[in-house]
Nanobody, 118 residues
């Protein structure tokens, strides 16, 4: 499975962005997709996850109510809609996949930078 992320950019506080992650290869082996982010000087953290089959989602507390993860299995694409953005959302965002039978995130896309200015 290969992942290609896109959609980062610069916005002002309160603005919105949508990130996309296109998956290719053996997508039938994907169990879960997630968006992670890493801010300067901080560890990478998962912000939103979605189960590929059921569509069930999980959000980290800092983004609940502001971010929405969604997927289209036919298009093999996952999106992260981000609204009411804050400066603390500034980070490099990565999409990742967890494959069937695996416990770790073992496929990663390239990062896409999101910058939120005050």
């Amino acid at each position: 499975v290969q992942l290609q992320a896109s959609g980062g950019g610069s916005v002002q506080t309160g603005g919105s962005l949508r990130l996309s992650c296109a998956a290719s290869g053996r997508t039938e082996t994907v169990l879960e997709m997630g968006w992670h982010r890493q801010a300067p000087g901080k560890e990478r953290e998962v912000v939103a996850r979605i189960f590929w089959g059921s569509g069930n989602t999980y959000y980290a507390d800092p983004v609940k109510g502001r971010f929405t993860i969604s997927r289209d299995r036919a298009e093999s694409t996952v999106w992260l809609g981000m609204s009411s953005l804050k400066p603390e959302d500034t980070a490099v965002y990565y999409c990742a996949a967890r494959l069937l039978g695996r416990s770790n995130w073992d496929r990663w896309g390239q990062g896409t930078l999101v910058t939120v200015s005050s």
